[in-house]
C-alpha cells in the first residue's frame, strides 16, 4: 500500500523489542500499523529507531524562554516583583514573537508535538505555533478585580474568535485565569461565565506555594480548590497547574470533577514551592500530566527530563519504587497531556490515532543493552536523541533538523531581542 508518509522499519514501545514495524500515514491520521511492507509519498527511514506518541507539555508560558539564565535562584514573589513583572510589563509585540518562536524550536527538538500555553499577546505564539507546524491550547492570561471592560478579558475573547480550532485544529483557544491570588471571586465566576458560553477549556494555576493555600484560607475559608469549585470553575473542563498543597479533600474534587493536574515538578523544585503529591493524586483517580512551567521557573522545555524527574520523585516521596513505571511514565507524559488537554484519538500509535509521531535515534551507549525500550527510553535516554518529529500527518524535523523554521536565526534573533529587554 502506499500512504501520504510511510515510516519504515521502526521499533514501538509495545514491549516487542525484536520486531520492526512500519507506519503509514494518510493526511493527519495513522492508518497503518504492522509487518507489511508499505511505500509512501514521503518515506522515513525509521531503522534502529523507536518510534513514540509526541510528548504533550500541559503548562507553559512560552515567550519566557526569553528569560532563561535571566533572574534565577530567587523566591517566588520577589522573583515575580523584581524581576520578571516588571520586564513583562516593557516587553512588546516583537517580544512575544521571538519568545515563541524560540520556544517552539525548542519543543520539537525536543519531541513534544502539542503544548497548554498561558501567557500574553498570545496571537504571536499563535502565529509561531502555526509556521511550526506544533499542536497547541492557548489562553491569554487574564487577572483582575473587576471584569467589567477589562481589557485582558476582552483581548482572551478576541483571540478566541480569531484563533480557536485554527490551523487545521491545530490551535485551540482556552481561558486562562492567572490564579486565586490574582483574580478576586467575582472575576473567576466572570471567566467561568465567559467560558461556559464558548465552552472552552480553563487553564490556571492552583496550590502551588503553602503559603497561597494559607491566605486563600485566610480568605475564603477554603483551599483554592474548595474555593474554585464553589465559583463554578470545574464545570468545565480544566488543566489546574502545580496542585503541590492538596489534601484528601481536595484531590477527592478534582477527581469527581475531572481536573487533570499539570504536575511541574522542576519549577516546584527550582522555586522550592516543594513537590506534588503525585502518588496520592493518582491513587485518588485524579487525572496527572506533565508541564515544563516557563523558562525561568524551569529553565527548559524537555519533556523527558520532566516525566524522568516526576516518575523519581514519585518513588522517592512514596518510598515505593513501584509508583509510576516506565510505561505509565510514557503514558503520562503523552496520553494523559492530550486527554487533559481534550483532544481525541491523541498521544498513542494506533491506527485511528492523529499522527503525531516522534522518533528516537537509538544509536548512543546508553540505549543498549536492549531489555525494555520503554525503560531506556524513560531512564537513560536524552532528548537530543530525537531524530524526527511528525505532527498532523506533517514532518515538522528530519535528521535533527526543522524543517517548517529558520533555527539559526530565531536563536539569534531571540538572544539579541532578549538581552536589549534586561539591559
Ligand atoms: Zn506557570
Not at 253 to 270: E, G, R
Not at 381 to 390: E, G, K, M, R, W
Amino acid at each position: 500500500m502506499k500512504y501520504d508518509v510511510a515510516v519504515k522499519n521502526v521499533y514501538l514501545p509495545n514491549g516487542d523489542n525484536k520486531t520492526v514495524a512500519n507506519i503509514g500515514i494518510n493526511g493527519n491520521k495513522i492508518v497503518y500499523i504492522g509487518k507489511e511492507e508499505i511505500s509512501g509519498t514521503e518515506e522515513i527511514n525509521g531503522k534502529d529507531m523507536l518510534a513514540v506518541p509526541g510528548w504533550v507539555n500541559t503548562h507553559t508560558h512560552l515567550a519566557m524562554t526569553l528569560f532563561r539564565s535571566y533572574a534565577d535562584d530567587m523566591e517566588l514573589m520577589p522573583w515575580l516583583q523584581e524581576k520578571i513583572w516588571p520586564i513583562e510589563a516593557k516587553m512588546q509585540r516583537e517580544h512575544f514573537k521571538w519568545g515563541s518562536y524560540l520556544g517552539v524550536v525548542e519543543m520539537i527538538k525536543n519531541g513534544t508535538t502539542c503544548f497548554n500555553d498561558m501567557y500574553f499577546v498570545m496571537e504571536e505564539t499563535a502565529k509561531a505555533v502555526d509556521e511550526g507546524g506544533l499542536r497547541a491550547v492557548l489562553s491569554r492570561c487574564v487577572m483582575g478585580d473587576d471584569p467589567k471592560d477589562d481589557y485582558r478579558m476582552k483581548e482572551s475573547l478576541d483571540f478566541y474568535k480569531e484563533w480557536n480550532d485554527k490551523a487545521n485544529g491545530r490551535i485551540k483557544v482556552a481561558y486562562g485565569p492567572h490564579a486565586p491570588y490574582t483574580c478576586t471571586d467575582r472575576y473567576l465566576k466572570k471567566v467561568v461565565e465567559y467560558a461556559k458560553q464558548d465552552n472552552v477549556l480553563l487553564h490556571i494555576h492552583l496550590a502551588e506555594t503553602a503559603k497561597e493555600v494559607e491566605d486563600c484560607a485566610a480568605r475564603s475559608g477554603k483551599s483554592p480548590i474548595a474555593l474554585m469549585e464553589s465559583l463554578g470553575l470545574f464545570e468545565l473542563p480544566t488543566v489546574a497547574a502545580h496542585c503541590v498543597y492538596v489534601d484528601k479533600n481536595d484531590r477527592q474534587i478534582l477527581a469527581k470533577n475531572n481536573v487533570a493536574v499539570a504536575h511541574n515538578p522542576q519549577s516546584n523544585l527550582k522555586l522550592a514551592s516543594g513537590i506534588a503529591p503525585v502518588t496520592d493524586l493518582l491513587d485518588d483517580n485524579v487525572l496527572v500530566t506533565v508541564g515544563t512551567d516557563g523558562c525561568s521557573s524551569n529553565n527548559n522545555l524537555d519533556m523527558l527530563e520532566e516525566v524522568r524527574l516526576a516518575c523519581y520523585l514519585a518513588k522517592g516521596t512514596s518510598h515505593n519504587p513501584t509508583a509510576i513505571p516506565a510505561q505509565q511514565a510514557l503514558e503520562i507524559g503523552t496520553y494523559n497531556g492530550a486527554k487533559a488537554l481534550q483532544f481525541d484519538k491523541l498521544g498513542k500509535l494506533e491506527e485511528g490515532y492523529i499522527a503525531d509521531i516522534v522518533l528516537y535515534n537509538m544509536s548512543e551507549s546508553y540505549w543498549y543493552p536492549r531489555h525494555n525500550f520503554v525503560s531506556n527510553l524513560i531512564y537513560a535516554a536524552s532528548s537530543n536523541d530525537v531524530d524526527t518529529v511528525i505532527v498532523d500527518g506533517k514532518v515538522l524535523m528530519k535528521k535533527r533538523e526543522i524543517l517548517t523554521l529558520d533555527e539559526e536565526k530565531i536563536k539569534f534573533e531571540t538572544n539579541k531581542i532578549a538581552l536589549e529587554l534586561t539591559k
